[in-house]
């Protein structure tokens, strides 16, 4: 069998941690190791980098899942606030159109004051049935959140 000086061995050590050698190649080196206290220590220490970097790896993955996180949690504030205005802009535009368009009508003396207030009423009504709704919409987001933390 031909001699390999150390410095051979410490290339073929790193393809022996990598599961990279072929089996002759593995008992060569390990025959080596066993007899070599340079190249046993040197492969400790190879073994040592290995694991920082396998911690690096999973300290990275990690951070990938926090990342992921995040963006779910921001994609879903985006959601909740876009419902918001939605709602406060329907709310808003539905009140100053039915005030505009019944401008006359509440202008007019001549209607009786029971039709106003029974006309004032019911578009009183129809305002807080559309905050009921936005309400109720963003509760169940609110909702969704939760059984999303659950699963
Ligand atoms: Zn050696």
Not at 26 to 42: L, Y
Request: hydrophobic share 40%; net charge negative.
């Amino acid at each position: 069998m031909m001699l390999r000086s150390c410095e051979e061995y410490r290339v073929l050590l790193m393809g022996y941690l990598d599961g990279e050698l072929d089996a002759t190649q593995r008992a060569e080196v390990e025959k080596h190791i066993h007899s070599c206290a340079d190249c046993s220590a040197e492969r400790g220490s190879y073994e040592n980098l290995n694991r920082m970097v396998q911690a690096m790896n999973t300290y990275t993955e990690s951070e990938r899942a926090l990342d992921r996180y995040w963006q779910q949690t921001w994609n879903r504030a985006e959601r909740g606030i876009g419902w918001f205005l939605f709602g406060a802009g329907a709310i808003l535009l539905t009140g100053y159109g039915v005030f505009e368009a019944s401008r006359e009508f509440w202008t007019d003396p001549t209607v009786p004051l029971i039709v106003r207030i029974g006309a004032g009423a019911g578009g009183l009504g129809v305002l807080v049935l559309l905050v009921s709704l936005v309400r109720e919409r963003l509760m169940l987001r609110k909702k969704e959140r939760y059984t999303e933390v659950e699963r």
